[in-house]
């Protein structure tokens, strides 16, 4: 069974970066795509960013695009997620999961306990 496990939220002035990570257990990390989703108080979970199996390919909402960076290293079994230039609206519980497609929402079946990241203006 995957266990995911998050840290690196925490409270960041607007502007500022954070880095959150993601520690993978229970199966081979590198057969399966990752990825982060958010969800902020009365607001659907939204899908934020996800990485391959082999960390070839990525995928980006248009929320985070150019701001935001997935990545992995298997030999640590941890994923990431650099947080740059935050934004108030970037304020939410991050979630790790573990799937098998990097691009599809749907697609991820597992999931950490998630990480509060918090943006103040």
């Known amino acids: 069974q995957v266990q995911l496990v998050e840290s690196g939220g925490g409270l960041v002035q607007a502007g500022g970066s954070l880095r959150l990570s993601c520690r993978f257990s229970?199966?081979?990390?590198?057969?399966?795509?990752m990825g982060w989703f958010r969800q902020a108080p009365g607001k659907v979970r939204e899908f934020v960013a996800g990485i391959s199996w082999i960390g070839a390919e990525t995928y980006y909402a248009d929320s985070v695009k150019g701001r935001f960076t997935i990545s992995s290293v298997y030999i640590s079994n941890t994923l990431y997620l650099q947080m740059n230039s935050l934004k108030p609206e970037d304020t939410a519980v991050y979630y790790c999961?573990?799937?098998?497609?990097?691009?599809?929402?749907?697609?991820?079946?597992?999931w950490g306990q998630g990480t509060q990241v918090t943006v103040s203006s």
């Open positions: 999961a573990a799937g098998w497609s990097y691009s599809d929402p749907e697609a991820f079946g597992s």
């Open positions: 229970g199966r081979t990390f590198s057969n399966y795509a």
